[in-house]
Structure formats: structure tokens, C-alpha cells
């Protein structure tokens, strides 16, 4: 399957700083998704970005495929924020997707 | 519109018991999945189905058995509860029709802890 990596590992930030959240994938995917897992453990839908580039508020996401890697930026970060952000990438059958093992984000007041 | 329903939320198992795990969608989804989350990891694929009728396995399937009768519902089963089973258990859904560019849809999980 596909390897999905994350980085970094963990990550804190004081309120109102920015970050840059990296998803590497080992394969050709045509679909690659980000999700932010609240401290409650729910799952929240952030991007589905196989390609290009897109915005929602504060967050937006990137994903160069022919470069296997993609990008979540997270501007002026809230505690609201803090959680694990995972990405996952799927190849081309629709079928599998294969998560990196996060990136956990504590904002601090 | 509930989305992706899954139940119980929580569970108590002893070794050796069974159980099913019950998800349920009302989005007509064709796609479903069933994914395990073990602590500080990221999921991982037990099962999925892409239709009423067809299942197939994903990653990690040894233990778990599905079956897929409606569009609505893809229900886990767990045989021989083991420790190694132990986990968050997410059910999700997607539409692959036409525009394959759509994301998957979680339930909150199940959290089953076997003992």
C-alpha cells in the first residue's frame, strides 16, 4: 500500500502564531484528504485536495502529486485548533486510503 | 440529515465473546469502510464495500467480518474478541458517482475495549 507520512510528530504553538503541517506520500494518489481529530476524538473533514490548492478560513492546503507531498497551513491558530491532524492518501481505485500517523497540535493561550 | 450513525459508542468485551458493531448511513453512499484508530496511531482499513453485496478486505481484516445487504447499513462483526482488538472503531462513508472527487465521511467511533 501507500506510505503516508507525517511531520512534525507534535507540535506547539503559542496563540496567533502560523504553522505548516507535511503529509509525504510513497505513491501516485488521486486522492488525499485532511482531517483535524477534536480532543473528543470526532473526525472533521478539513480538505479534499488531491491536487492544487484550496482555502477555508484560517486553514488552507496544498498538494503538488507529482512531488508526493502536501501541505496544511493553519494561520493565526486558535486553542480551538488543538487536536491531531491526520492526512490520507488513495490511489487510483477509490478504494483504500492509507493514513500517516498524525500530527498533534496543542495551541497554547 | 444524521450522516454516518455508529453504535454503541462504548463497550465492554470479555475474551472470547462476540459482538457487531453497527453502522449506518442516510447520504446514499455507495462507498463504505470500516477503520481502526489504536492509541496514537492513525487508522487503519479493516474492511470496505463499494456497493449492497460486495465487500472486500483492507489492511488489517484477521478477526473482523462484514457484511454489506442495504446501501445503508455495514455492520463489523468481531467473532472471538481478543486484547489485540482493543481500539476506536470508525465507520465511513463516500459517494463515487460521476465526480470521483469526494471526501469520506466518519462516523464518532466506537470504543471497544476487550478484557
Known amino acids: 500500500g501507500i506510505q503516508v507520512e507525517q511531520s512534525p510528530p507534535d507540535l506547539i504553538l503559542q496563540e496567533g502564531a502560523n504553522s505548516t503541517l507535511r503529509c509525504n506520500f510513497s505513491d501516485s494518489v488521486n486522492n488525499l484528504q485532511w482531517f483535524h481529530q477534536n480532543p473528543w476524538g470526532q473526525l472533521i473533514n478539513l480538505f479534499y485536495i488531491p491536487s492544487g490548492t484550496k482555502q477555508n478560513g484560517r486553514l488552507s492546503a496544498t498538494t503538488v502529486a507529482t512531488e508526493r507531498y502536501s501541505l496544511l497551513y493553519i494561520s493565526s491558530s486558535q486553542t480551538t485548533d488543538s487536536g491531531v491532524y491526520f492526512c490520507a492518501a488513495g490511489g487510483y481505485n477509490f478504494n483504500k486510503f492509507y493514513f500517516g500517523s498524525g500530527t498533534k497540535l496543542n495551541v497554547k493561550p | 440529515n444524521a450522516g454516518v450513525t455508529q453504535t454503541p459508542k462504548f463497550r465492554i468485551l470479555k475474551i472470547g465473546q462476540s459482538m457487531t458493531l453497527q453502522c449506518t448511513q442516510d447520504?446514499?453512499?455507495?462507498?463504505m469502510y470500516w477503520y481502526r484508530q489504536d492509541p496514537g496511531m492513525g487508522l487503519k482499513l479493516i474492511y470496505y464495500s463499494v456497493g449492497a453485496g460486495i465487500t472486500d478486505k483492507g489492511e488489517v481484516p484477521n478477526g473482523y467480518n462484514v457484511s454489506r445487504s442495504t446501501t445503508e447499513d455495514f455492520p463489523l462483526r468481531l467473532e472471538l474478541a481478543a486484547p489485540s482488538q482493543t481500539s476506536v472503531y470508525f465507520c465511513?462513508?463516500?459517494?463515487?458517482?460521476?465526480?470521483?472527487?469526494?471526501?469520506?465521511?466518519f462516523g464518532d467511533g466506537t470504543r471497544l475495549s476487550i478484557l
Open positions: 465511513a462513508s463516500r459517494l463515487i458517482a460521476g465526480d470521483p472527487n469526494q471526501p469520506q465521511h
Open positions: 447520504m446514499n453512499h455507495n462507498y
